[in-house]
């Protein structure tokens, strides 16, 4: 898909607010036809939308804990590895952890890496950054996370992307 027409992003916001949404009532809200919306979609699903999921109240399914991870790594690597394979080694390890919802190499504040993680009680982030700590703490300069408390009044606007969608 080369370029967004305006009524692809209305189909992809309207389903980032709903993505249970019929192509019928799809094609009444945005003012188009059913067979439009159908074929758009489907080209969105190809080319643009990465997948589907549910968001659900983390607190309901046993989730308490956010960490948001920063990681610093040196540009040169004492271990005597280089970059890449620091980063593969890193990549592996990532692969491994179900409750990580995001990792990524980034640049600010001196940090090189951001990692979103999901955890049931304090218990379970200690235990999961202490593998962290003995599995990659060789390529780790520097490590600091933040915990974001998902119960309760904690929470002023739950994740989600639907917020997106009324972006202009």
């Known amino acids: 898909m080369q370029n967004l027409k305006s009524i692809d992003y209305k189909i992809l ?6 993505s249970k949404i019929s192509d019928r009532q799809l094609a ?9 919306v159908t074929r758009r979609r489907a080209r969105l699903e190809k080319e643009v939308i990465d997948g589907y999921t549910a968001i659900p109240k983390w607190e309901k399914i046993g989730y308490e804990i956010l960490a948001v ?12 590895e280089t970059q890449k394979e620091s980063s593969e080694k890193a990549s592996k390890w990532l692969e491994k952890q179900p409750n990580v919802i995001f990792a990524a190499l980034c640049r600010g504040m001196g940090t090189t890496g951001i990692m979103f993680s999901l955890h049931k009680n304090y218990t379970d982030l200690e235990e999961f950054l202490n593998n962290q700590r003995l599995q990659l703490g060789q390529i780790m300069e520097k490590v600091e996370t933040v915990i974001v408390n998902l119960t309760g009044k904690s929470v002023f606007r739950p994740l989600s992307l639907k917020y997106l969608a009324k972006a202009k």
């Open 69 to 80: 991870t920063l990681v610093t790594s040196p540009l040169s690597m004492g271990t005597g």
């Open 28 to 36: 009444k809200e945005i003012g188009v036809s059913q067979p439009t």
């Open 13 to 18: 916001f309207a389903l980032m607010k709903n």
